[in-house]
């Protein structure tokens, strides 16, 4: 009897199964909506982009001067101080010989025309700032020793190590801008190269010369940046509005065909920088509606809602 009865409502869901009922289900079940992705728009523009190469330059004095004794003597007084700024024929030193340090005023006392004073000063041949100070006050020095060694402020120049796969690049950027770490762009241009490549890192020195005037540490780092490629009028989108595959050699936008619906259109990209990109292909109307925020993983034709 309970075998007969199996059967039996083995056969009536069958019949249920068959006829596409489904007793479980609610009776009021309807199909659910497709989701609505909220969104972020914008439009192309014509601007002007360039493509750059960044890279350091470290400053440098290229003339030094030295300051030397023109007698053998004792240093009787040294005005001179490392970091000082000094000027053209300013006093340093003052040097007085042996022979007078030794007899003093023994000369002048016996015949007071001979004005002997044994004390030679030694002024700066150049303006500049003092680097070096090799002897203070009673030192004994010898006729041609340096005293001290003076940066000329006018030799301020910038030494760029370019890669030598970028020297053609050069002849394109005669004239460049130098950024400075405290934000400070000077204005330089290429005054010289030296005629050989570091053998290990097969960089080439150029040296930039900057307008005179501006206090500047000797090897400070600075940014210069090299133009390779400049359009003035791109046809330009924010970076967020252009997708690209995990190999990035498939690029794409979402473009609103209304005011609910975004498709994806294939595009070629050009120049780049930190937030623009430029479009090559196609050309987009100054009214078509592109997607910068939300696009990333919607599929193509999807359901979209704009944000203000």
Request: glycine share 6%; aromatic share 6%; proline share 4%.
């Amino acid at each position: 009897m309970n075998s007969d009865l199996k059967l039996m409502c083995a056969g009536i869901a069958a019949m249920f199964v068959f006829s596409g009922c489904n007793p479980s289900a609610p009776a009021d079940a309807v199909d659910e909506p497709s989701p609505v992705t909220p969104v972020q728009i914008t439009t192309v523009s014509d601007s002007s982009l360039a493509e750059t190469v960044e890279l350091s330059a470290v400053s440098a004095y290229l003339e030094k001067s030295f300051v030397k004794a023109n007698i053998n003597g004792y240093v009787e007084s040294a005005q001179a101080v490392i970091g000082k700024q000094v000027g053209s024929h300013q006093l340093l030193f003052s040097l007085i010989t042996k022979e007078a340090k030794s007899i003093g005023n023994s000369v002048n006392k016996l015949d007071a025309g001979f004005k002997f004073s044994g004390i030679s000063n030694i002024r700066a041949d150049q303006a500049g700032t003092i680097v070096q100070v090799n002897h203070q006050k009673g030192d004994y020095v010898q006729d041609g020793e340096a005293l001290a060694t003076i940066s000329n402020r006018n030799s301020l120049v910038f030494l760029l190590d370019l890669p030598y796969e970028y020297n053609q690049l050069i002849n394109q950027n005669r004239t460049l801008d130098i950024l400075l770490p405290d934000g400070t762009k000077i204005a330089g241009s290429v005054s010289g190269t030296m005629p050989s490549v570091d053998s290990a890192a097969q960089t080439q020195r150029y040296i930039l010369k900057v307008a005179a005037g501006k206090d500047i540490p000797e090897g400070l780092i600075a940014k210069v940046r090299l133009t390779k490629i400049k359009h003035s009028q791109a046809q330009v989108l924010p970076k967020s509005a252009v997708l690209a595959n995990e190999t990035e050699d498939q690029f794409w936008v979402m473009k609103l065909i209304n005011d609910s619906t975004a498709v994806k259109v294939n595009v070629k990209k050009g120049i780049e920088n930190h937030n623009s990109i430029e479009v090559l292909e196609p050309k987009f109307a100054k009214t078509d509606r592109i997607v910068t925020s939300g696009n990333y993983g919607i599929a193509d034709t999807a359901k979209v809602k704009i944000q203000k």
